[in-house]
């Protein structure tokens, strides 16, 4: 069964930085793609980044480009987002997912296949 498991959750000031990590287990992690989503309170869950299955190719939101850096090591079956320069705006739960086609567009939450279980980062002003 695949599965999907966030950590790296916590409450931080604004300016400050955190990295969620994300692992995997029960599949060939190497031949997925795989994203990070948020979902603030109210609002719809929203792409954040994306990750080719090599880590050659990554895509972001104009709203955390420069700030958050999506990586992978597929040694460890782990996918991992940097988040620095936080802003109150950030706050969210955050989810990552993996998708098996290599087509499509990565921002679209129905292109993904398994979703983790989310974990929340609050930034404080």
């Known amino acids: 069964q695949v599965q999907l498991v966030e950590s790296g959750a916590g409450l931080v000031q604004a300016g400050g930085s955190l990295r969620l990590s994300c692992a995997a287990s029960?599949?060939?992690?190497?031949?997925?793609?795989l994203g990070w989503f948020r979902q603030a309170p109210g609002k719809e869950r929203e792409p954040v980044a994306a990750?080719?299955?090599?880590?050659?190719?990554?895509y972001y939101a104009d709203s955390v480009k420069g700030r958050f850096t999506i990586s992978r090591d597929n040694a460890k079956n782990t996918v991992y987002l940097q988040m620095n320069s936080l802003k109150p705006e950030d706050t969210a739960v955050y989810y990552c997912?993996?998708?098996?086609?290599?087509?499509?567009?990565?921002?679209?939450?129905?292109?993904?296949?398994?979703w983790g279980q989310g974990t929340q980062v609050t930034v404080s002003s």
């Open positions: 997912a993996l998708r098996w086609s290599q087509m499509g567009n990565w921002y679209e939450k129905y292109e993904y296949d398994v």
């Open positions: 029960g599949y060939s992690f190497s031949s997925c793609a």
């Open positions: 990750i080719s299955r090599s880590g050659g190719i990554t």
